[in-house]
């Protein structure tokens, strides 16, 4: 079993940044790929960002690309997701969740969720 634990979200202007958390516990050693996922209201839960164990690879949904960046901690087993220029639209729930795939891009490729930590955007 995987734990995950996400923080960081709360509201902010376009325009500005935050930084979400997840914190990892547990059978840690399975996981290959940590990922951040989103849903907003109505809509159908989307990926947006993933690193693979060693950190360099990574992958970004184009809504995100540019403003987002997503790093990992292993020592601290922790990843993260920094959000800059954040806009509207970026308004959602946003879930880490952790992969035993070294390459991971849908929901179902992902084993573990957190509960979520909101991110509202306003304008």
């Known amino acids: 079993q995987v734990q995950l634990v996400e923080s960081g979200g709360g509201l902010v202007q376009a325009g500005g940044s935050l930084r979400l958390s997840c914190a990892a516990s547990?059978?840690?050693?399975?996981?290959?790929?940590m990922g951040w996922f989103r849903q907003a209201p109505g809509k159908e839960r989307e990926f947006v960002a993933s690193v693979a164990w060693g950190g360099m690879y990574r992958q970004y949904a184009d809504s995100v690309k540019g403003r987002f960046a997503i790093y990992r901690d292993n020592d601290k087993k922790m990843a993260y997701l920094q959000m800059n220029s954040l806009k509207p639209e970026d308004t959602a729930v946003y879930y880490c969740?952790?992969?035993?795939?070294?390459?991971?891009?849908?929901?179902?490729?992902?084993?573990?969720w957190g509960q979520g930590t909101q991110v509202t955007v306003s304008s």
């Open positions: 547990g059978r840690t050693v399975t996981t290959a790929t």
């Open positions: 969740a952790s992969s035993p795939q070294n390459i991971a891009t849908r929901r179902n490729e992902y084993n573990y």
